[in-house]
T-cell receptor
Framework: DTEVTQTPKHLVMGMTNKKSLKCEQH?????MYWYKQKAKKPPELMFV???????INESVPSRFSPECPNSSLLNLHLHALQPEDSALYLC?????????????FGSGTRLTVV | QQQVKQSPQSLIVQKGGISIINCAYE??????FPWYQQFPGKGPALLIA?????SEKKEGRFTISFNKSAKQFSLHIMDSQPGDSATYFC????????????FGKGTTLSVSS
């Protein structure tokens, strides 16, 4: 299995809702990443997990809460989002933390906040 | 100094032509330079990457040229095909620090048949 699987593919949520994004990989990768991508923009790093521990938080607002329950699974919990948070949320993984290992990206979750 | 500047923003090339995308950086600590390809509705995928101790790397129709003194690198797509139509991102990182990628703003390539 050489894929990163993200669910759901699409999500519409109200500003008072709580939802979660899920990311799964079975490549034995020990680093996992959350990126946010707005239309026609590059991906922006949000969080990095290495060996299931939070390694990097790019000053992301607390309404985004990451969780890494095990080495194969990464969640992003969403609460009280704003319309400007609407974007494509990408999960990626790599063998170890570091771009040199090459990131494998999922196809993303298209999030719309209404 | 953490930026990677990419040009052009968009590019139209005839089928069979050469596509050239350029990137420039300021931080001399960067030591890993990948290119990612992204199709609509998909996540980016690693295409090819280079280290600064090499001036050129070729994989099939894709070539990275690297100019360390000018702090520039470029992607050349030879014999461009309609299936190459996608958004291309150059990027850079500092390997020793295990830092995440700094992406350029992207180039949308359209190859016309």
């Amino acid at each position: 299995d050489t894929e990163v699987t993200q669910t759901p593919k699409h999500l519409v949520m109200g500003m008072t809702n709580k939802k979660s994004l899920k990311c799964e990989q079975h490549m034995g990768h020990r680093a996992m990443y959350w990126y946010k991508q707005k239309a026609k923009k590059p991906p922006e790093l949000m969080f990095v997990y290495s060996y299931e521990k939070l390694s990097i938080n790019e000053s992301v607002p607390s309404r985004f809460s990451p969780e890494c329950p095990n080495s194969s699974l990464l969640n992003l919990h969403l609460h009280a989002l704003q319309p400007e948070d609407s974007a494509l949320y990408l999960c990626a993984s790599s063998q170890e933390q570091g771009a040199v290992y090459g990131y494998t990206f999922g196809s993303g979750t298209r999030l719309t906040v209404v | 100094q953490q930026q990677v500047k990419q040009s052009p923003q968009s590019l139209i090339v005839q089928k069979g032509g050469i596509s050239i995308i350029n990137c420039a950086y300021e931080n001399t600590a960067f030591d890993y330079f990948p290119w990612y390809q992204q199709f609509p509705g998909k996540g980016p995928a690693l295409l090819i990457a280079i280290r600064p101790d090499v001036s050129e790397k070729k994989e099939g129709r894709f070539t990275i040229s690297f100019n360390k003194s000018a702090k520039q690198f470029s992607l050349h797509i030879m014999d461009s095909q309609p299936g190459d139509s996608a958004t291309y991102f150059c990027a850079a990182s500092i390997d020793q620090a295990g830092t995440a990628l700094i992406f350029g703003k992207g180039t949308t390539l359209s190859v016309s048949s």
